[in-house]
């Protein structure tokens, strides 16, 4: 069965940054293109960040252009999110998506919290 499991949330100060990893199992993770999504309480999910399967090409929320950074390395089978100069606004819980032709898996999530 395939896996995502998101790692690397926790609570950090406005400003500071975090770095998020989601890790693909039974995947042809090199096949996938990636995506980065939040759900704040309230809110509906909204896509932050995504890459296409070789990396060349990313896409990026307004709201987290010129902070967050997407990535990926095939070989390890792993996809990130750098979050950097956060605020309160992103505060969500934050969910990897795979997208292999018509399927798409998603992790269970991981919380990030921005507050002092």
């Known amino acids: 069965q395939v896996q995502l499991v998101e790692s690397g949330g926790g609570l950090v100060q406005p400003g500071g940054s975090l770095r998020l990893s989601c890790l693909a199992s039974?995947?042809?993770?090199?096949?996938?293109?990636m995506s980065w999504y939040r759900q704040a309480p309230g809110k509906e999910r909204e896509l932050v960040a995504s890459i296409t399967n070789t990396g060349d090409s990313t896409n990026y929320a307004d709201s987290v252009k010129g902070r967050f950074t997407i990535s990926r390395d095939n070989a390890k089978n792993t996809a990130y999110l750098q979050m950097n100069s956060v605020s309160p606004e992103d505060t969500a819980v934050y969910y990897c998506k795979a997208r292999l032709l018509w399927s798409a898996y998603w992790g269970q999530g991981t919380q990030v919290t921005v507050s002092s």
């Open positions: 039974r995947l042809a993770f090199s096949r996938c293109d």
